[in-house]
Nanobody
């Protein structure tokens, strides 16, 4: 019943911006965490940003701090990732993910629900 639908990926030049969105359906509790992961070929999947629906606590991986912003729309059960000043190294498939709770929020295995992924390509 839980479904995550991502949108907003695409091709952008270095220095440009993209806004990803993820609409979650089927969740009946607000005590969950939504996160954005990314995975490039040959690399481990890493958490880019996460937000707690309980209190809005956020996390960002060091490489995107100051450039990316995660936000939420409670009424729409939607999480956004605003990506500014994009770099070629940001190129990856970005996945929306959800889980209950906040503990160990950086660990992909803790997230039960996943979107299909959306490709973000940043050209030089």
């Amino acid at each position: 019943q839980v479904q995550l639908v991502e949108s907003g990926g695409g091709l952008v030049q270095a220095g440009g911006s993209l806004r990803l969105s993820c609409a979650a359906s089927g969740l009946t509790s607000s005590s969950y965490t939504m996160g954005w992961f990314r995975q490039a070929p040959g690399k481990e999947r890493e958490l880019v940003a996460a937000i707690s629906w309980t209190d809005g606590t956020t996390y960002y991986v060091d490489s995107v701090k100051g450039r990316f912003t995660i936000s939420r729309d409670n009424a729409k059960n939607t999480v956004y990732l605003q990506m500014n000043s994009l770099k070629p190294e940001d190129t990856a498939v970005y996945y929306c993910a959800g889980r209950t709770g906040w503990g160990n929020y950086r660990t992909p295995l803790m997230y039960r629900y996943w979107g299909q992924g959306t490709q973000v390509t940043v050209s030089s």
